[in-house]
C-alpha cells in the first residue's frame, strides 16, 4: 500500500493541482479570473459546496506558491547540443518567470468580489435579495482606484 503524502506537504490536492494548471495554462486565467471560474464550479450549490472564502484562500495560495516557484521551470539542466537549435532548449520561451508573490492589485479585487458574493449567498439564503451579482461595478471601481 503506497500513501501519497505530499498532497498534504503541496497544500492542495492533485486533482485542485490539474485544475489550476488547466486554468493557469490552457484558459489563460490570472488569480481574479481564476477564482471567478473556480466560484463557479466548486461554489455552493455545487459538488463541492465551497465558500467563495475558501475558494479565494485556495486560489490565493495557489497563485502565491506559483509565483515562488515559477522560475525553476526555465532551469535547465547541462546538455550537449549537436546544432545551433535544439527542441529541449529554452531561449525561445518568452513567457514571464519572476512574479511579484503578493499580487496586490489581484488580490483585492478577489477580497472585493469575495465580500459581495458572501452578501449574495446570505441574502439568497434569507431569501431577501435574490441572485444578483454586480462584480462589473465592483470591478471598474478597484480599476478607477488605479
Known amino acids: 500500500d503506497f500513501v501519497q503524502t505530499d498532497e498534504v506537504d503541496m497544500g492542495m490536492t492533485?486533482?485542485?493541482?490539474?485544475?489550476?494548471?488547466?486554468?493557469?495554462?490552457?484558459?489563460?486565467?490570472?488569480?481574479?479570473?481564476?477564482?471567478?471560474?473556480?466560484?463557479q464550479r466548486w461554489g455552493p450549490k455545487t459538488q463541492r459546496?465551497?465558500?467563495?472564502?475558501?475558494?479565494?484562500?485556495k486560489v490565493k495560495y495557489f497563485f502565491r506558491m506559483y509565483a515562488m516557484n515559477r522560475h525553476k521551470q526555465t532551469i535547465l539542466t547541462p546538455s550537449y547540443h549537436a546544432e545551433n537549435y535544439s527542441p529541449d532548449d529554452n531561449r525561445f520561451d518568452h513567457r514571464q518567470f519572476l512574479y511579484p508573490a503578493n499580487w496586490t492589485r489581484q488580490f483585492n479585487t478577489i477580497d472585493a468580489l469575495v465580500a459581495e458574493d458572501e452578501?449574495?449567498?446570505?441574502?439568497?439564503?434569507?431569501?431577501?435579495?435574490?441572485?444578483?451579482?454586480?462584480?462589473?461595478?465592483?470591478?471598474?471601481r478597484i480599476q478607477n482606484l488605479d
Open 14 to 39: 492533485y486533482d485542485e493541482l490539474g485544475v489550476y494548471g488547466k486554468l493557469r495554462n490552457v484558459e489563460r486565467c490570472g488569480p481574479v479570473s481564476m477564482y471567478q471560474k473556480l466560484e
Open 49 to 57: 459546496n465551497l465558500s467563495p472564502t475558501e475558494i479565494a484562500k
Open 119 to 140: 452578501q449574495t449567498r446570505m441574502e439568497s439564503e434569507q431569501q431577501v435579495g435574490g441572485l444578483r451579482r454586480q462584480s462589473s461595478a465592483v470591478l471598474t
